[in-house]
């Protein structure tokens, strides 16, 4: 525990002006960021008896030891400035508010040449105009399929559409009157992006002249006696007011507005927003904070604020935000608000009226979702924590193990070895930590010394990272690859910063890509606050494997001079966890909490490590002669192969017949020529039914698909 007057800015140096301060630990990791109206009167207050402070200030203080600030010109200014190191740092101590789920939202996206309505989730894109949240996603398909009758848009994937314009023949939706079928001109472009505007101010809540024209026009036709199109008429009328009818009516005069709601106890506080347009509910959502600092309801609310307009601009920031607290100031709030949205922003309290009713209704969802969040979490902790109490009674540790790290092997008998390490935080996955490794220090199969290596790379990591802060003395220990020693970083091939490369000069391998979190990066950072990769050590390491697999990874962790990290592997087969220089096995039973973690941890591994290999086997099953020539993208590439229309033409061609092909230079063309000059031709390939030699301008469609024939 630091004590905050070792760290205690001197009289004076403090500006009384507006401004933006960052408390940072011993790892100089970003702590807590803060906004203040006079810096000198708000760090002061901090510096205090840690008696008069509130338990949470008293604990962030207490972690702190360092402070920091950067003066602006208003409190507008600061305002913008805390988002942005609060997004950028992810402090532990500020209140982050998490999605409870992730709302799916109705979108047009009017960026393409025949826009499409279909249901986004994730973050929002450039150029698409959004509906929504919606609670769910049945809903917004129900509400677009009473609208396509009305007004039939594109709802088919690119490549539907492009099958669709191949073949001469519209998809079903096109045949039922569902679809306008832009994709075999039935209509132009122009008249499909009237039909998807017309769609959009539909939604926008723009509803009673519309109707209005339909009705019209179905009397019109019924004058003049064209009962069918009067019929139709009708029934389209009927569709649009029965999807007007999903959403509730619950402001007479069209008020376009956001509510928000804010239920809270001691620890936790949940947040509801009614997203209200043309007087009528068009989404909702809902936030659940831990409130880690001492916050009233106006500092949830504004930091509710910050979450939900901190990337919006323009209509997607209302003409008028209702709350249950109004921040203090409000002024920099409202004005931050009407810089955002282009125009003046009302931020106040419902007093009287229909509104004043609507917050009712909100505030009870508010209080709903928190009892509702707090029976499950409940559940949730109690089986996480009895999980790893349970994991560090079996294993003898001192405590329960906070960060898990689980290391596998994978390999196509003995071809493409490659090693996973996953990382489990609090019993749940941490999926921005995870790290993907290639076998380089030797070639076949051998589990025993791959996880010796792995193991070994990943805590050299650490060490390197621990000799930057100076927390690991050089002289400790001679051991290769340790700080202090003559292997220069990067030469393992370790998943690490970017720009490093393996001990082949390839590209090291980074995080799983395709599947993120919402939760921030952890442990030590560099001097910008941002977070170090591999620099933050788990209290325990769990091995896919038996005793052999075990005694490496302890070995490994030996010979690097780390001891104090704990070792063990589940063995698949009795799902017996070992431990280092153990003869047998400990056992837990099957209903254990303990056993049911580390197998999830175990498997998780297996699943992340099996993913990579596979990829990396269907990327050498498609290398074809292109894959060799360096500097040859994806782009050019494809091409050259519609250009000359196959491998064997382009291998006949010259330099300066490769030079026509767009985008392809002289020294490009040569390094084409030369490489393909080198590479031995592909052999005939042969219809096995009839015994007939198949021409290689065949094989040339097969190669523009990222492959050749063998």
């Known amino acids: 525990m630091a004590d905050p007057s070792s760290y205690r800015p001197k009289p004076g140096q403090i500006p009384d002006s507006p401004g933006v301060y960052k408390f940072r630990d011993e790892h100089r990791r970003v702590i807590y960021v803060g906004k203040a109206k006079s810096l000198r009167q708000r760090l002061s207050s901090y510096f205090q008896d840690l008696a008069n402070l509130h338990p949470r200030t008293r604990t962030m203080v207490t972690t702190a030891a360092a402070v920091e600030w950067t003066v602006v010109s208003t409190e507008v200014e600061a305002l913008q400035l805390e988002y942005s190191w609060i997004k950028e740092f992810d402090p532990r101590f500020n209140v982050k508010y998490r999605d409870d789920k992730s709302y799916p939202s109705l979108a047009v996206t009017l960026n393409e040449e025949f826009p499409r309505v279909q249901v986004m989730r994730g973050a929002k894109k450039k150029g698409v105009r959004y509906f929504g949240p919606y609670a769910h996603a049945w809903?917004?398909?129900?509400?677009?399929?009473?609208?396509?009758?009305?007004?039939?848009?594109?709802?088919?994937?690119?490549?539907?559409?492009?099958?669709?314009?191949?073949?001469g023949r519209p998809c079903?939706?096109?045949?039922?009157?569902?679809?306008?079928?832009?994709?075999?001109?039935?209509v132009t472009a122009e008249e499909h992006r009237e039909l998807a505007e017309e769609f959009c101010d539909f939604m926008a809540g723009r509803t009673g002249a519309y109707l209005r024209r339909l009705e019209q026009q179905m009397h019109e036709a019924a004058e003049e006696m064209e009962y069918e199109r009067a019929a139709r008429l009708r029934d389209d009328i009927g569709a649009l007011k029965r999807a007007m009818e999903k959403n509730a009516v619950v402001l007479a005069d069209a008020t376009d507005a956001d509510l928000i709601a804010v239920a809270e106890d001691e620890l936790e506080a949940a947040v509801q927003i009614f997203h209200v347009r043309g007087g009528r509910v068009r989404g909702q959502r809902g936030w659940v904070t831990d409130k880690v600092e001492a916050v009233d309801t106006a500092g949830l609310v504004e930091h509710a604020l910050q979450q939900l307009y901190g990337e919006e601009r323009g209509d997607a920031v209302p003409k008028e935000v209702l709350v249950p607290a109004v921040p203090e100031p409000a002024?920099?709030?409202?004005?931050?608000?009407?810089e955002r949205r282009g125009s003046r922003v009302d931020l106040r309290i419902p007093q009287r009226g229909d509104k004043k009713d609507l917050m009712e209704t909100v505030q009870r969802n508010a209080q709903q979702a928190l009892a509702l969040h707090k029976t499950k979490r409940a559940s949730d902790l109690t089986t996480r924590s009895r999980a790893l109490e349970e994991i560090a009674e079996?294993?003898?540790?001192?405590?329960?193990?906070?960060?898990?790290?689980?290391?596998?092997?994978?390999?196509?008998?003995?071809?493409?070895?490659v090693a996973s390490m996953v990382v489990f935080e609090d019993g749940l996955p941490r999926k921005s930590e995870y790290r993907r490794f290639q076998i380089k220090s030797f070639a076949g199969q051998d589990d025993v010394r791959s996880m010796h290596e792995v193991v070994s790379r990943r805590f050299r990591r650490y060490l390197q990272e621990k000799q930057k802060t100076g927390e690991w003395q050089e002289e400790a220990t001679g051991a290769p690859g340790v700080p202090g020693s003559a292997e220069p970083p990067g030469t393992t091939g370790d998943t690490g910063a970017p720009g490093d490369t393996g001990a082949a000069g390839q590209p090291l391998e980074g995080p799983e890509g395709t599947e993120g979190t919402d939760q921030g990066p952890s442990g030590p950072i560099d001097e910008e606050g941002k977070p170090k990769r591999f620099a933050y050590p788990p209290q325990l390491v769990v091995v896919d494997g038996g005793k052999p697999q075990v005694a490496a990874a302890k070995r490994a962790l030996d010979e690097l001079g780390v001891d104090d990290v704990a070792v063990c592997g589940l063995a698949k087969r009795l799902e017996e966890v070992w431990l280092p220089d153990e003869e047998d096995p400990v056992v837990l039973p099957r209903s254990s909490e303990g056993l049911y973690l580390l197998q999830r941890v175990r498997d998780e591994a297996h699943r992340f490590a099996i993913t990579y290999q596979r990829s990396k086997r269907a990327k050498s099953l498609k290398a074809g002669p292109l894959d060799t020539v360096p500097g040859l993208g994806d782009s050019r590439k494809q091409a050259l192969l519609k250009h000359f229309g196959s491998v064997k033409r382009l291998r006949a061609a010259t330099v300066e017949q490769i030079c026509?092909?767009?985008?392809?230079g002289r020294k490009t063309a040569e390094t084409v020529a030369a490489a393909l000059a080198g590479a031995a031709p592909a052999a005939p390939a042969v219809n096995t039914a009839t015994g007939e030699i198949i021409e290689d301008e065949a094989a040339g469609a097969a190669s523009s698909n990222g492959g050749t024939r063998p």
């Open 394 to 417: 079996a294993l003898g540790l001192d405590s329960a193990p906070l960060r898990v790290e689980c290391f596998d092997i994978s390999h196509l008998q003995g071809d493409d070895v």
């Open 139 to 167: 809903a917004i398909r129900e509400t677009v399929d009473l609208m396509l009758r009305v007004f039939p848009v594109r709802t088919c994937s690119a490549g539907v559409f492009k099958r669709s314009a191949q073949i």
């Open 660 to 664: 026509e092909v767009p985008g392809v």
């Open 331 to 338: 002024e920099p709030v409202t004005q931050w608000l009407a």
């Open 172 to 186: 079903l939706l096109g045949y039922i009157g569902k679809c306008s079928a832009p994709c075999v001109g039935r």
